[in-house]
T-cell receptor, first 115, second 109 residues
Framework: EPEVTQTPSHQVTQMGQEVILRCVPI?????FYWYRQILGQKVEFLVS????????KSEIFDDQFSVERPDGSNFTLKIRSTKLEDSAMYFC?????????????FGNGTRLTVT | KNEVEQSPQNLTAQEGEFITINCSYS?????LHWLQQHPGGGIVSLFM???GKKKHGRLIATINIQEKHSSLHITASHPRDSAVYIC???????????FGTGTLLAVQP
């Protein structure tokens, strides 16, 4: 069965550094998402992406964050200048379409640790 | 107030027991999702439903749209069912998910 793959599985970075989290969604999917989960908290929506542009973003997704689909297969989340509070598990997800009967497929996540 | 509330937050069961996890939501939705998260962190979609009932193996999910309530049942529970079970709702143009806080289930042999 096709999978959403995320790399790396764990990223450690120093405060102020830029990080890029990478995702390869399922190949024929059209909608892409990033979610994050701070340790011990619930999963939160960050951003959705469709047709090469952001379709919705949360208030968490400020100017430090950006997303890109550079080559038609990868979907990346960039954090320009990481803060301690960015430490979390970041999940990429994709779906075939945005209709109510299109399930979401999640990657296994990237655990980001900012020191 | 959270838009998606789950109960209980923690649940310990003996192997073989019938388990129910409840979810209530306060927003309009197009679908409700039940997800499973194992200790390693990965999230797996179990069910997506917008009405009625769905069954997959020992798992059953039901939804009552009028009551804005859903339940996830596990029959003949097994230690390998131990995980966090998360209720989430989707809606709007982008179908983003709004997550509940999860129910930590531990099934003891």
């Amino acid at each position: 069965e096709p999978e959403v793959t995320q790399t790396p599985s764990h990223q450690v970075t120093q405060m102020g550094q830029e990080v890029i989290l990478r995702c390869v969604p399922i190949s024929n999917h059209l909608y892409f998402y990033w979610y994050r989960q701070i340790l011990g908290q619930k999963v939160e929506f960050l951003v959705s992406f469709y047709n090469n542009e952001i379709s919705e973003k949360s208030e968490i997704f400020d100017d430090q964050f950006s997303v890109e689909r550079p080559d038609g297969s990868n979907f990346t989340l960039k954090i320009r200048s990481t803060k301690l509070e960015d430490s979390a598990m970041y999940f990429c997800a994709s779906s075939g379409d945005s209709s109510y009967n299109s399930p979401l497929h999640f990657g296994n996540g990237t655990r980001l640790t900012v020191t | 107030k959270n838009e998606v509330e789950q109960s209980p937050q923690n649940l310990t069961a003996q192997e073989g027991e019938f388990i129910t996890i409840n979810c209530s939501y306060s927003v309009g939705i197009s679908a409700l999702h039940w997800l499973q998260q194992h200790p390693g962190g990965g999230i797996v979609s179990l069910f997506m439903l917008s009405s009625g009932k769905k069954k997959h193996g020992r798992l059953i999910a039901t939804i009552n749209i009028q009551e804005k309530h859903s339940s996830l049942h596990i029959t003949a529970s097994h230690p390998r069912d131990s995980a966090v079970y998360i209720c989430a709702v989707s809606g709007g143009a982008t179908n983003k998910l709004i997550f509940g806080t999860g129910t930590l289930l531990a099934v003891q042999p």
